[in-house]
């Protein structure tokens, strides 16, 4: 069940009772041995105040994903903490950090989330152009295909794909080869740390020019955006990391296919498990 208000009270256990000046999602999430659970999604940026709060509660916080140009964008970073105890009637400034945007010459970083002073992520990186690589990022962004094979978005921590390119080398032949593909954090980007938690931060793939000669890379799992013309499909657009995934923007490319923006980080935070 979701709630958009703070909860009311249980006589086996309660919800919190607070008050959020932006969008959130309260969800309950039922009782384990009369121990209220619950899960708050903090979505956009806001002031949280507690009326109640009876427990500690561990806080993850997922940085804006990176923009892409031309390579895909870094996921946001991620962050966890747990058993932390708040004050009820205690004002706690929440920045959701937005998903970076695309620049003239290499996208822009997405911003970083925070909860107050307790914790928080920095935004992925973003992509770069022609013969350069995708963002670093919780993820990172796949590089762009110039003459070959884009390269996909990194899931879960892991890098981004190189791009396979062909090189005319001095005995006059042709040689595939592949590029480094950018760092992703390389722990699991998981709501808590956790091997059941929430997938987030996909890096965004690679863009490519065309189907003949060109793969497009696709996203990373966790909210990244597709880079252009991949599959092959020279008709397919990029797409725009997700909204509240932190997952880095998809590559476009020169042939009038445009680069796309990261997604919008969030803050999340429960009662201690």
């Known amino acids: 069940m979701i709630f958009n208000m703070g909860g009311a009270p249980d006589p086996a256990g309660r919800l919190p009772a607070f008050t959020y000046t932006g969008s959130y999602e309260l969800i309950d999430e039922g009782k384990v041995n009369n121990k209220q659970n619950w899960r708050l999604k903090l979505k956009t940026s806001g002031v949280l105040t507690f009326q109640r709060i009876g427990t500690p509660i561990d806080i993850f916080c997922v940085g804006g994903g990176g923009g892409a140009y031309l390579s895909g964008g870094g996921g946001g ?32 970083q997405g911003g970083t989330s ?58 006059g032949l042709y040689y595939w ?19 059941g938690g929430t997938l987030y931060s996909g890096g965004g793939g690679g863009g490519n020019s065309n189907k003949t000669h ?31 995934t932190g997952g880095g923007g998809g590559g476009g490319n020169l042939d009038g296919k445009a680069s796309m923006a990261g997604g919008s980080g969030i803050v999340v935070i429960r009662n201690h498990r």
Do not use: W
Not at 77 to 106: F, P, R, W
Not at 147 to 156: F, L, M, R, V
Not at 217 to 231: I, K, L, M
């Open 214 to 244: 060109n793969d497009g890379g696709y996203a990373g799992d966790g909210g990244g955006g597709h880079g252009a013309c991949r599959g092959p499909d020279s008709s397919l657009s990029a797409t725009a990391g997700g909204t509240n």
């Open 177 to 195: 080869y592949t590029s480094i593909g950018a760092a992703g954090q390389g722990t699991t980007t998981r709501e808590f740390g956790e091997s």
């Open 77 to 108: 970073k991620t962050s966890t903490s747990k058993n932390k105890t708040l004050q009820a009637g205690q004002e706690y400034t929440i920045t959701v950090g937005a998903g970076g945007g695309v620049g003239t010459s290499a996208g822009v």
């Open 114 to 171: 925070s909860f107050g002073s307790l914790l928080s992520a920095e935004g992925g990186m973003g992509g770069y152009s022609v013969g350069t690589k995708g963002g670093t990022g919780g993820s990172g962004g796949g590089s762009y295909g110039n003459q070959g094979k884009a390269g996909n978005g990194g899931s879960n921590g892991g890098d981004g794909g190189g791009a396979s390119y062909q090189q005319l080398e001095a005995d």
